[in-house]
């Protein structure tokens, strides 16, 4: 991973938002939390470019209340 594919992330983790693709630039990045554990909000984190299909896994993190749960993971992403 890039060290902007890095900054992403904490930016997404920080805001609920996605960000510029660090791959393509594209702006048509999503993301979807899924929560594991709901007591302690515990889960994982994808986020991908529909440009360019490039996606970060992110496992074993806090998921706060502001961050996105639904949605569709698209299929064929490049992890
Ligand atoms: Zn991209």
């Known amino acids: 991973m890039t060290e902007r594919g890095l ?11 996605a960000e510029k693709c660090p791959f ?5 990045t999503d993301y ?5 554990d709901q007591e302690n909000r515990l889960g994982y984190m994808d986020i991908w470019c529909n440009g360019c299909k490039r996606a ?5 993190m806090e998921i706060s209340d502001g961050m ?7 299929d064929r992403l490049v992890y």
């Open 24 to 28: 393509c630039g594209s702006e048509e």
């Open 68 to 74: 996105k749960t639904d949605g569709q993971i698209p």
């Open 7 to 17: 900054e992403n992330l904490k930016s997404i983790a920080n805001t609920g938002n």
């Open 56 to 60: 970060f896994h992110v496992s074993r």
């Open 32 to 36: 979807k939390c899924s929560i594991v």
